[in-house]
């Protein structure tokens, strides 16, 4: 990947960020860091990248689902005071700035799904569903999303 380019810091920030969900929680912590470090340097290359929003997006939500008790230790025991900047306004307004990028069925189902009960979004939710299913395919898992969002659109 080009180190210099937004998509290798993405890449990464995404790697991390799938590894980070099979460890321990101090271990999380120093993923969470470098995930967040790695989103950022992708969108100070391009501001409007579709999936470094999304991985930011991502960030403060698994942060913010965290109780408070959780979050405080991870802040002030565990060394993860960068985690204070979590909140569900920057979560929804990265994903909000993501529609604004290329569409692809990727990732847009797996964010409103999962965060629609967190932020009593499901007119929002509803909205994302849609337009995952009217995407084109660009991942190789578009298919699956695709179908999930099918599903979820119905329970809504």
Do not use: C
Not at 42 to 48: C, E, F, G, V, Y
Not at 83 to 94: D, H, I
Request: glycine share 8%.
């Amino acid at each position: 990947m080009d180190s210099n380019g937004a998509d290798g810091h993405f890449h990464v920030a995404r790697a991390l960020g799938r590894q980070a969900l099979s460890v321990g929680s101090k271990a999380r912590i120093q993923y969470a860091k470098a995930v967040r470090a790695e989103a950022l340097e992708a969108l100070a290359i391009d501001p409007r990248h579709p999936g470094a929003l999304h991985v930011m997006g991502v960030w403060n939500a698994e942060i913010m689902r965290l109780s408070s008790l959780q979050r405080f230790i991870a802040r002030n025991l565990l060394g993860g005071g960068i985690l204070g900047s979590a909140s569900w306004q920057e979560a929804v307004g990265t994903w909000s700035n993501r529609s604004r990028g290329s569409r692809n069925a990727s990732s847009t189902t797996w964010t409103w799904e999962r965060s629609t009960p967190d932020i009593g979004e499901t007119a929002k939710a509803r909205e994302q569903f849609e337009l995952a299913l009217s995407a084109p395919l660009a991942d190789y898992n578009d298919p699956q999303y695709q179908k999930d969002a099918r599903d979820r659109l119905a329970r809504l």
